[in-house]
């Protein structure tokens, strides 16, 4: 089974470039920068350099002893919460910036849910001196008024985005509008595997340092490259790209993405696009969409702001399709439990949509040497005010 993309954008049936003719030429141009720049050796050195002086990477990969004892298998977490920013959106960032920069873009756009993609482009416009627009739903802006803050210390303006259900989605159909009536001058940093070819493969290319580190680090521990388990997050895929796609040809790793059930996939309140998505077009790709019998797209839901979407990356839908990768639609009340427990037992407080991650392993059949490796993609400083209003669920 090919799990690449091929020539034209797409993963098996998933992918391609559904998007109109105003932004033919936008789209053209960033396949050629992609096909031209990114191999270049000025284009690696400088984003190396960055990665290592100014993210911070590499980041670690940490044995965790108690939640390893609980679960009876040896579990490894990879920190990308401890990236400069607090989240993996740092990796492709600075990359999409770099990339911008030499294609003579003088604007950043972006669309944010949980705010980690919003302040990470605000951060690399702030570095590049750079014009920065972040376009976020009012609901996420409500419920994540810390990076919003953030963002606009940064320098970049937030535009709160009030149509459909004010979240994710939404605020990414406004980005590429106003990409639409700015073509010239303005570069769209999309933050995940989403959107029309090249950006899910440039997305993934960025992020697959994630991937590419743990090969390089598990044999410290283990004395191989390879986990039997690689654990991640999907909502748009991100992280999940990043860290499988080092993997993803080697059929001893099992790879398991958790998304958002939400309160429960058959609830009507949920974002688990894999267990209930048909075929369609969303943000300019061909995917699993949650869409009603009209092909109307359905509001998603999840307590993960960064995690409340329709839609699923090209990659992903395709590995799923192929049984490549299992899928478990994980609901609030499990993330919150993953949350407080891998606070208690590790001290570490992670962000709600790297929750949905941990909470697959009371799900997972692993024998005592088995190695599990689970991306925590971001920290939780950002969701404090939904882990407090929820404590009491933990008799804290």
Same mark, same amino acid.
């Given at each position: 089974?090919?799990?690449?993309?091929?020539?034209?954008?797409?993963?098996?049936?998933?992918?391609?470039?559904?998007?109109?003719?105003?932004?033919?030429?936008?789209?053209?141009?960033?396949?050629?920068?992609?096909?031209?720049?990114?191999?270049?050796?000025?284009?690696?050195?400088?984003?190396?350099?960055?990665?290592?002086?100014?993210?911070?990477?590499?980041?670690?990969?940490?044995?965790?002893?108690?939640?390893?004892?609980?679960?009876?298998?040896?579990?490894?977490?990879?920190?990308?919460?401890?990236?400069?920013?607090?989240?993996?959106?740092?990796?492709?960032?600075?990359?999409?910036?770099?990339?911008?920069?030499?294609?003579?873009?003088?604007?950043?756009?972006?669309?944010? =849910?949980? +705010?980690?993609?919003?302040?990470?482009? *605000?951060?690399?416009? !702030? /570095?590049?001196? &750079?014009?920065? %627009?972040?376009?976020?739903?009012?609901?996420?802006?409500?419920?994540?008024?810390?990076?919003?803050?953030?963002?606009?210390?940064?320098?970049?303006?937030?535009?709160?985005?009030?149509?459909?259900?004010?979240?994710?989605?939404?605020?990414?159909?406004?980005?590429?509008?106003?990409?639409?009536?700015?073509?010239?001058?303005?570069?769209?940093?999309?933050?995940?595997t989403v959107g029309p070819h090249p950006y899910p493969?440039?997305?993934?290319?960025?992020?697959?340092?994630?991937?590419?580190?743990?090969?390089?680090?598990?044999?410290?521990?283990?004395?191989?490259?390879?986990?039997?388990?690689?654990?991640?997050?999907?909502?748009?895929?991100?992280?999940?790209?990043?860290?499988?796609?080092?993997?993803?040809?080697?059929?001893?790793?099992?790879?398991?993405?958790?998304?958002?059930? =939400?309160? +429960?996939?058959?609830?009507?309140?949920? *974002?688990?696009?894999? !267990? /209930?998505?048909? &075929?369609?077009? %969303?943000?300019?790709?061909?995917?699993?969409?949650?869409?009603?019998?009209?092909?109307?797209?359905?509001?998603?839901?999840?307590?993960?702001?960064?995690?409340?979407?329709?839609?699923?990356?090209?990659?992903?839908?395709?590995?799923?399709?192929?049984?490549?990768?299992?899928?478990?639609?994980?609901?609030?009340?499990?993330?919150?439990?993953?949350?407080?427990?891998?606070?208690?037992?590790?001290?570490?407080?992670?962000?709600?949509?790297?929750?949905?991650?941990?909470?697959?392993?009371?799900?997972?059949?692993?024998?005592?040497?088995?190695?599990?490796?689970?991306?925590?993609?971001?920290?939780?400083?950002?969701?404090?005010?939904?882990?407090?209003?929820?404590?009491?669920?933990?008799?804290?």
């Open positions: 089974m090919n799990y690449s993309i091929d020539s034209n954008g797409y993963y098996g049936e998933f992918g391609g470039a559904y998007i109109p003719e105003i932004l033919h030429r936008c789209v053209s141009q960033l396949q050629e920068a992609c096909r031209t720049i990114l191999p270049s050796d000025d284009f690696k050195r400088e984003f190396e350099d960055l990665l290592k002086h100014y993210v911070g990477r590499p980041s670690p990969l940490y044995h965790a002893k108690r939640l390893s004892e609980k679960y009876g298998c040896k579990v490894y977490l990879k920190r990308e919460d401890l990236n400069h920013t607090g989240a993996h959106k740092i990796n492709n960032a600075v990359g999409q910036m770099l990339l911008a920069r030499r294609m003579g873009k003088s604007r950043i756009i972006a669309e944010t =849910g949980a +705010g980690q993609h919003g302040v990470a482009a *605000a951060t690399v416009c !702030a /570095l590049a001196g &750079m014009e920065c %627009l972040v376009f976020m739903g009012k609901t996420d802006i409500e419920r994540q008024h810390v990076n919003v803050e953030k963002m606009k210390m940064l320098g970049a303006e937030v535009v709160p985005v009030t149509s459909g259900n004010a979240t994710l989605k939404d605020a990414t159909n406004e980005a590429i509008r106003y990409w639409c009536c700015h073509p010239d001058d303005t570069y769209y940093l999309i933050g995940s493969q440039l997305v993934a290319h960025l992020q697959s340092v994630i991937g590419e580190e743990i090969a390089r680090q598990l044999p410290e521990f283990e004395g191989r490259e390879y986990p039997d388990y690689l654990i991640a997050c999907v909502g748009g895929g991100s992280n999940a790209a990043g860290t499988l796609l080092r993997f993803v040809d080697d059929l001893r790793v099992h790879i398991v993405l958790a998304e958002a059930g =939400g309160l +429960g996939v058959d609830s009507g309140k949920t *974002a688990a696009t894999l !267990a /209930l998505g048909r &075929m369609g077009i %969303l943000h300019g790709a061909r995917t699993y969409v949650i869409q009603n019998e009209d092909g109307q797209v359905t509001e998603p839901y999840s307590i993960s702001a960064g995690l409340d979407y329709p839609g699923i990356g090209p990659l992903h839908a395709h590995l799923a399709a192929t049984k490549r990768a299992e899928v478990l639609a994980i609901n609030d009340d499990e993330a919150l439990r993953a949350a407080y427990e891998l606070t208690r037992l590790e001290g570490i407080i992670p962000a709600l949509e790297s929750a949905h991650a941990l909470a697959v392993l009371p799900h997972l059949q692993a024998r005592p040497d088995d190695v599990v490796v689970i991306t925590v993609s971001g920290r939780g400083d950002k969701d404090m005010d939904t882990y407090l209003k929820h404590q009491t669920e933990f008799n804290l």
